[in-house]
């Protein structure tokens, strides 16, 4: 911990404001950076009051929507916007990324480096930086109002991969000194298909459609996840595991997941939902038009049936949630989201 490394936080969101916030706290110089001036200009100030897993003010030492100032002399770059806007932020980012930069997708999402990568080459970025992604985002967090970020949890076991597997541990000493729950995963495509929101975010907005259109209050994992949407997400994560084990790769199950990040314990993936305490709080979207659609389907499931259509496993729940999401939103989902005519799929089988 030292006031003159600075770290950088991509994303003013639930998570990159928590994010920022804490590294504030830990002692880090911390620029965090919005896409829009006005989203800027909508903070009341520097000052941030954290709540949940502390309960502490910490000052933001740059909040500001040019990306050249805030990733200038950072070590770490936390990229934690949600993963459908990574070719946005990386085309931002390629003018100014320098060499021996780290940048890290917190999370990568579905083969999240690849396509971070490809915009970066695309935009004339010559950096020699180490790139990597985590499995899922590091903390349970929402942030109800601007500059008061509430912290549930940080979870307990984070996996990080490296782009190139030669950076591994560099970038796990980088990480283990802001939070000793990371660990190093096998390659990307461990860290891609252990992409558990794509499980627990999309359905239960589908089948919870008319709740969330009419804005009601309700808590999205232990009400919105009732017995029966349990019981479809069990049948998805099946095709996941399935895909993923076509690519040589052992993940694990949801149900194997929330154990292993939370602790959490129960006779069926409903009643682990139920006994997870951090979901506990956590409160449904109040608006269609959320990251748990348009993140998770565009780069986690769309990805992840593509994967599977090469490899010759069937995804017929995810392929069946894609479609009805496009139904739903007037839009193809498929056609925008991580595909083949983004990523060679077949070129990662074994």
């Given at each position: 911990m030292s006031m003159d490394k600075k770290i950088a936080?991509?994303?003013?969101?639930?998570?990159?404001?928590?994010?920022?916030?804490y590294f504030s706290y830990m002692g880090y110089k911390v620029a965090l950076y919005a896409r829009e001036a006005e989203r800027v200009d909508m903070f009341p100030g520097n000052r941030f009051t954290i709540s949940g897993v502390v309960d502490c003010e910490a000052d933001i030492d740059l909040i500001s929507s040019d990306m050249g100032e805030v990733v200038k002399d950072a070590y770490l770059i936390m990229v934690t916007t949600p993963a459908q806007y990574h070719p946005i932020v990386a085309r931002a980012m390629a003018p100014h990324l320098v060499d021996g930069q780290t940048v890290v997708l917190n999370p990568g999402r579905t083969f999240g480096t690849f396509a971070f990568?490809?915009?970066?080459?695309?935009?004339?970025?010559s950096a020699d930086v180490m790139l990597g992604e985590t499995d899922t985002f590091t903390l349970t967090c929402r942030c109800p109002e601007l500059g008061k970020p509430i912290i549930y949890a940080i979870k307990d076991n984070v996996r990080?991969?490296?782009?190139?597997?030669?950076h591994g541990k560099a970038m796990l000493d980088t990480l283990h000194e802001l939070f000793k729950v990371y660990s190093l995963a096998e390659s990307i495509l461990y860290t891609g298909f252990t992409n558990i929101g794509m499980i627990f975010h999309p359905?239960?907005?589908l089948m919870n459609i008319t709740r969330v259109e009419a804005k009601e209050d309700f808590m999205f994992y232990t009400q919105g996840i009732s017995p029966l949407v349990a019981s479809i997400l069990e049948k998805m994560d099946v095709e996941r595991v399935s895909v993923a084990n076509a690519y040589g790769v052992a993940v694990p199950t949801a149900r194997q997941w929330l154990a292993e990040c939370y602790g959490s314990r129960g006779d069926s993936l409903y009643e682990q939902i139920q006994n997870t305490e951090a979901y506990k709080a956590v409160t449904a979207p109040t608006d269609i038009d959320t990251r748990y659609i348009f993140e998770d389907v565009l780069t986690g499931c769309v990805p992840t049936s593509c994967a599977g259509k090469a490899a010759g496993v069937a995804t017929p729940v995810m392929d069946t949630l894609i479609s009805w999401a496009s139904t739903l939103y007037g839009r193809d989902f498929h056609a925008e989201g991580r595909n083949e005519a983004l990523i060679d799929f077949k070129s990662f089988l074994q």
């Open positions: 936080v991509i994303s003013s969101g639930n998570g990159g404001q928590s994010m920022a916030a990568t490809k915009v970066l080459a695309e935009w004339g970025c990080l991969a490296a782009h190139d597997p030669r359905m239960p907005i």
